[in-house]
């Protein structure tokens, strides 16, 4: 009984590793024709809180892109139990 209970207890610590949660939402839009190019920033931190030289904004996502006039901006926010943290900017224009 209790090999059963501590190897469904391992099972279920293997699945809980093994999921993230990933939510992609549109931040902002202009009146800009969407473009061809895309930029990203990306941030990675852990428990939420603790972000070490991390820069997600739009002005770095754009500048990453080689954008001058932004048309969309979303936001990917990627959770690992809350443990490692990832917020993506994805900026599209010209």
């Known amino acids: 009984m209790i090999k059963k209970f501590s190897s469904f207890i391992a099972m279920c610590a ?48 754009a500048k990453n892109g080689g954008i001058k006039k932004i048309s969309t901006v979303d936001v990917k926010h990627t959770s690992i139990l809350g443990i490692i943290t990832t917020y993506e900017t994805i900026v599209t224009g010209e």
């Open 14 to 61: 293997v699945i809980a590793l093994m999921s993230s949660c990933a939510l992609t939402l549109p931040v902002n839009a202009t009146g800009n024709a969407i473009g061809s190019k895309v930029g990203t920033a990306k941030a990675t931190g852990f428990f939420y809180t603790l972000f070490f030289n991390a820069d997600a904004s739009i002005q770095t996502a």
